[in-house]
């Protein structure tokens, strides 16, 4: 049995690890044996303490984390450099042990790192890397020397085009989600209250607040889904003790329901982070994208704004008239029509696909 590594990462947001699964579940569905390594333990103590250093920087100190982000744009070899450095023992150790037959990265950091390892230690191990950002990816994504990179987007493809990359490298293959967030038959257009879903739409918290406040006042159904981030959900449920405005909101912490919350929802709120807007635009909900990490996610939006699949409000005090205008003038009904044929959030099939007629191509 062939066998594929995944290298993820389990908490630096929740896109490297679910497109990890959805990629996984394929494969296994292909016959393939997988294994998953958290590439940050790689690096020991020091690794654990940057991949837990990343919610907090995020969310408490965003400035922080723009300056690290930007060090790593101005000086990637760099930044590849420290982390082949940290990271080369373990790594070659757990190539060794587990003798996959090909690698694919779906984290940034962890590809020319990988890519170097494999050429000095002379392995002939075939690797992949899963580009996970939506618009102008960070160029620590950038490696010539992997055998193929699956891009969320066509216009991506272009990008890399233009850097250097030939075109047998590259393949669109969209955002691989996981299988459970199902893509409507029909239009779910709004014929009563709205249903909206906010999932941490900033990584302020004091916006977060606002951001509840400001839908509050709208005729809708609204749940906030805060994930881990104990902090929002409690300071949330100080606020709707204290507003009259929030006593119908649902607030939740973490929830192993989100596909039928996005299934039965009209409208998303959430930040610019790939994963989350392409869950939304795959269950045939219009999205308000409505903060990003800074950097990271800055221009995420236009995937959501060009497309027609909603509109982009980062200003709480502009929130509540730019969702009325929309309900009143029809709207949101027509990002719900455009969004049914989204594209780029049915990656997993394809890159488990190209992933398996790489290697029967290699064994002929």
């Not at 679910?18 to 790689?42: D, P, V």
């Not at 990490?293 to 200003?315: H, L, M, S, V």
């Not at 205008?325 to 709207?331: C, I, L, R, W, Y």
């Amino acid at each position: 049995m062939k066998k594929v590594l995944i290298l993820q990462a389990e908490k630096t947001g929740t896109g490297h690890k679910s497109a990890a699964n959805a990629i996984e579940k394929k494969l296994n569905l292909l016959g393939y044996s997988t294994k998953q390594l958290n590439c940050f333990t790689l690096m020991g103590k020091m690794g654990v303490n940057m991949e837990n250093c990343y919610i907090p920087l995020t969310t408490k100190h965003p400035g922080m984390w723009k300056i690290a982000h930007g060090f790593s744009q101005l000086f990637t070899n760099l930044t590849h450099w420290f982390i082949y450095q940290k990271s080369k023992k373990q790594l070659l150790k757990q190539i060794l042990d587990y003798k996959p037959d090909l690698i694919v990265s779906v984290h940034c950091m962890f590809t020319k790192a990988v890519s170097k390892l494999l050429k000095k230690n002379n392995l002939n191990i075939p690797f992949m890397i899963n580009v996970i950002d939506l618009v102008k990816p960070p160029k620590v994504w950038q490696d010539k020397r992997a055998n193929m990179l699956f891009l969320p987007t066509e216009e991506v493809k272009q990008d890399y085009l233009k850097r250097g990359f030939k075109p047998e490298q590259l393949v669109v293959s969209g955002f691989p989600i996981r299988e459970d967030i199902v893509r409507p038959t029909r239009v779910k257009l709004v014929e009563d209250k709205p249903n909206i879903l906010m999932v941490n739409p900033s990584v302020n918290i004091n916006k977060n607040v606002a951001f509840l406040k400001e839908t509050a006042k709208l005729d809708a159904n609204i749940s906030f889904v805060c994930g881990r981030d104990e902090r929002l959900y409690n300071r949330l449920i100080e606020e709707q003790k204290k507003d009259l405005n929030l006593k119908n909101v649902e607030i939740v912490g973490f929830v192993t329901d989100m596909n039928e919350r996005l299934k039965n929802c009209h409208i998303l709120l959430t930040k610019a982070g790939p994963n989350m807007l392409l869950e939304g635009t795959k269950s045939g909900s219009a999205v308000v994208v409505t903060g990003h990490i800074p950097g990271q996610e800055a221009r995420n939006f236009e995937y959501i704004t060009k497309n027609g699949y909603g509109f982009k409000c980062e200003n709480p005090k502009k929130l509540y008239p730019l969702l009325k205008e929309a309900m009143d003038n029809g709207k949101i009904n027509e990002y719900l029509q455009n969004v049914l044929n989204s594209k780029a959030n049915d990656g997993a099939k394809i890159i488990a696909g190209e992933i398996d007629k790489f290697l029967k191509k290699q064994n002929k």
